[in-house]
């Protein structure tokens, strides 16, 4: 893999630092170059546990809330693959895979404040105390670690395998990496300070992948997208034992997942033969589909509200809103320019939207009206150039 430099962008000063080479052992990690993490009070924070009890739905949607358009980042480096917002909500980390670059932006500013080049197609993002982004080149496939306040890269580590979905839990101690093999498709659960890897296999039936890879907001649960021939389905992982405790089988391709924040549903992008797009909702106690929701376009990606009550759905140039109680479609909202990928904030009150020309564009989420909004309300938004690395 090659060199990794990082670029400050600020006033009056520029400049680049390799920070990692190849690392030649098969297993080597890079864990033991990295600080030391800042463990949050995870206990004090966990939601209601998973509970086997029927979900009952109410009979009326949630109000669909404003969507106003806060600022935008135009001219970056080309088509975003991934977007994640650090934990404070300050900075916002974006992969642009197409130029082999990294970007970090300022979210009070909405401004490119550094650029991590040289990071071969980074692909996927998650973010905890740092960022890690997933690398792919002719060679071989690595984990980029980014620290989101400096903006530099801090170092890499080499993937067996076809790197794939990536996720951290939110403790960051334990990152979890999607591999796809020939003979094994697996999931590489490694301690960030200590280095130990841990292998969850997923199967071993011929072609298939593992993509998106999501954690429970209390890092009980890992939930992996799983493709083979026959289908797609959930695997549903017991982070104690590193082991798949559940599958449920959707059929028809997966694209994201998203864990509501109590747990109890899981709620999935996919393709139906005869529904088109859809988004599966699936009882994550009983590893049991309870709904399908047909969108009819193309949805590929989605995130939460902060109290889950609202998902929004990328699809082709909008924003879909959906309840998550009754499993209803509140709104769509036309951004404009085909949409890459999404992101919120963690208090929930902003999203983040990138396009495959490289815009991100900033959306305010607030209260509902009860009515559908229909129209983006503009107040001033802003283009800002990102400096070229």
């Given at each position: 893999?090659?060199?990794?430099?990082?670029?400050?962008?600020?006033?009056?000063?520029?400049?680049?630092?390799?920070?990692?080479?190849?690392?030649?052992?098969?297993?080597?990690?890079?864990?033991?170059t990295?600080?030391?993490?800042?463990?949050?009070?995870?206990?004090?924070?966990?939601?209601?546990?998973?509970?086997?009890?029927?979900l009952?739905?109410p009979?009326?949607?949630i109000?669909?809330?404003?969507?106003?358009?806060?600022?935008?980042?135009?001219?970056?480096?080309?088509?975003?693959?991934?977007?994640?917002?650090?934990?404070?909500?300050?900075?916002?980390?974006?992969?642009?895979?197409?130029?082999?670059?990294?970007?970090?932006?300022?979210?009070?500013?909405?401004?490119?404040?550094?650029?991590?080049?040289?990071v071969?197609?980074p692909?996927?993002?998650?973010?905890?105390d740092?960022?890690?982004?997933?690398?792919?080149?002719?060679?071989d496939?690595?984990?980029?670690?980014?620290?989101?306040?400096?903006?530099?890269?801090?170092?890499?580590?080499?993937?067996?395998?076809?790197?794939?979905?990536?996720?951290?839990?939110?403790?960051?101690?334990?990152?979890?990496?999607?591999?796809?093999?020939?003979?094994?498709?697996?999931?590489?659960?490694?301690?960030?300070?200590?280095?130990?890897?841990?292998v969850?296999?997923?199967?071993?039936?011929?072609?298939?992948?593992?993509?998106?890879?999501?954690?429970s907001?209390?890092?009980?649960?890992?939930?992996?997208a799983?493709?083979?021939?026959?289908?797609?389905?959930l695997?549903?992982?017991?982070?104690?034992?590193?082991?798949?405790?559940?599958?449920?089988a959707?059929g028809g391709s997966?694209g994201?997942?998203?864990?509501?924040?109590?747990?109890?549903?899981?709620?999935?992008?996919?393709?139906?033969?005869?529904?088109?797009g859809?988004?599966?909702?699936?009882?994550?106690?009983?590893?049991r589909?309870?709904?399908?929701?047909?969108?009819?376009?193309l949805?590929?990606?989605?995130v939460?509200?902060?109290?889950?009550?609202?998902?929004?759905?990328v699809?082709?140039?909008?924003?879909?809103?959906l309840c998550?109680?009754?499993h209803?479609?509140?709104?769509?909202?036309?951004?404009?320019?085909?949409?890459?990928?999404?992101?919120?904030?963690?208090?929930?009150?902003?999203?983040?939207?990138?396009?495959y020309?490289?815009t991100?564009?900033?959306?305010?989420?607030?209260?509902?009206t009860?009515?559908?909004?229909?129209?983006?309300?503009?107040?001033?938004?802003?283009?800002?150039?990102?400096?070229?690395?």
């Open positions: 893999m090659a060199n990794i430099t990082g670029t400050t962008e600020a006033p009056g000063r520029t400049g680049g630092v390799a920070v990692a080479e190849r690392v030649a052992a098969a297993h080597a990690l890079w864990m033991s990295l600080p030391t993490i800042r463990r949050a009070p995870v206990g004090e924070l966990l939601p209601q546990p998973l509970r086997t009890a029927e009952e739905l009979t009326e949607p109000a669909a809330p404003a969507l106003v358009v806060g600022g935008a980042i135009a001219g970056t480096h080309g088509p975003i693959s991934d977007l994640a917002v650090s934990s404070d909500g300050g900075r916002l980390v974006a992969a642009h895979y197409a130029d082999d670059v990294v970007s970090i932006v300022d979210t009070a500013a909405m401004a490119v404040t550094a650029t991590i080049t040289d071969p197609e692909y996927r993002v998650t973010v905890a740092r960022a890690y982004v997933s690398s792919a080149s002719d060679s496939d690595a984990v980029v670690a980014i620290d989101t306040t400096t903006g530099r890269a801090l170092a890499a580590t080499i993937v067996d395998e076809t790197a794939a979905g990536i996720a951290v839990n939110p403790a960051g101690d334990v990152l979890y990496v999607g591999r796809n093999g020939d003979a094994v498709v697996d999931i590489a659960a490694i301690d960030v300070e200590t280095g130990a890897t841990r969850i296999e997923l199967t071993t039936a011929p072609g298939a992948s593992v993509d998106a890879i999501r954690v907001a209390d890092g009980t649960r890992v939930f992996a799983v493709t083979t021939p026959a289908g797609g389905s695997a549903i992982i017991d982070t104690r034992s590193g082991a798949v405790q559940r599958t449920a959707l997966i994201d997942i998203a864990v509501a924040p109590r747990a109890r549903k899981v709620f999935v992008t996919g393709w139906d033969a005869e529904l088109g859809v988004i599966h909702v699936v009882d994550a106690a009983a590893a589909l309870i709904d399908t929701v047909a969108l009819g376009g949805p590929t990606q989605l939460f509200d902060r109290g889950g009550d609202i998902a929004f759905v699809d082709r140039d909008q924003i879909v809103v998550t109680a009754t209803e479609v509140i709104d769509s909202v036309v951004i404009g320019g085909q949409l890459s990928c999404l992101a919120a904030s963690p208090d929930g009150a902003r999203l983040y939207a990138a396009d020309a490289g991100i564009t900033e959306l305010r989420v607030e209260a509902g009860g009515h559908a909004l229909h129209e983006l309300v503009s107040t001033g938004l802003r283009e800002l150039a990102a400096a070229a690395s």
